[in-house]
Structures are given as C-alpha cells and as structure tokens.
C-alpha cells in the first residue's frame, strides 16, 4: 500500500481523486505528502473534471512522466442539504464543475 502511495505521490500531485473508497491509511500517507483525497468521485462527474481541467483519467500510477495532470484554482467542499459535495469553480471557462 505504502508503495502504491508513493507512486502516486511521485506524480507531483496536490489533490487525488478516486472514484471508489480511500482507507485510513493512504488516505493519511497522502494527506503527510500534501495530497488531498477525494474518494467516491462519479465516474461522469470525474470525466467532466478531467475535461476542464485538461487533466488525464488514469488507472495505474507507474508512469508519472506519461500522465497529462489537469489544473484549477481551487477546490471547494460544500454542504448540498446533508450531503459535502466537492466543487471546481471554473472561472475561466465560465462553468461549475461538481464531482463525488
């Protein structure tokens, strides 16, 4: 697990979003590496981040210098009713991307 973590880390990232749970314990190595964890991202809302942000879906992390890495100015967690949903406001192109 350490090692899967750290090749992700090795991709120069700040913010890791996986559409499926993330446990405790990558979640904190990540977190020890300046990565912030999005888990429980939908697949529909992660291709339209990836499209606006320029970035690349990837499914195995051994080749960091292959992977196009998208860019935003923030994320922002919000509260819709009971439910945090994670936001990318896309100043720029004019459009709110929500994902997760």
């Known amino acids: 697990m350490r090692a899967k973590c750290r ?3 090795d991709h120069g990232i ?3 979003i ?3 749970l993330v446990y405790n314990l990558p ?7 300046g990565v912030m964890v999005i888990e429980h991202a939908d697949f529909d ?3 339209r981040l ?3 942000t320029g970035g690349e879906i990837v499914s195995t992390f051994d080749h ?7 860019e935003c100015d923030t ?5 819709i009713g009971e439910d945090k949903v994670s936001s990318t406001p896309m100043r720029a192109m004019g459009c709110l991307d929500a994902f997760g």
Request: glycine share 8%; hydrophobic share 40%.
């Open 7 to 9: 090749k992700i880390i």
């Open 50 to 52: 990836a499209a606006v």
């Open 64 to 70: 960091p210098e292959d992977v196009q890495l998208g």
């Open 18 to 20: 996986n559409r499926q």
């Open 75 to 79: 994320i922002e967690e919000i509260m």
């Open 27 to 33: 979640e904190s190595i990540l977190g020890e590496a």
């Open 45 to 47: 809302g992660t291709e």
């Open 14 to 16: 700040n913010c890791f």
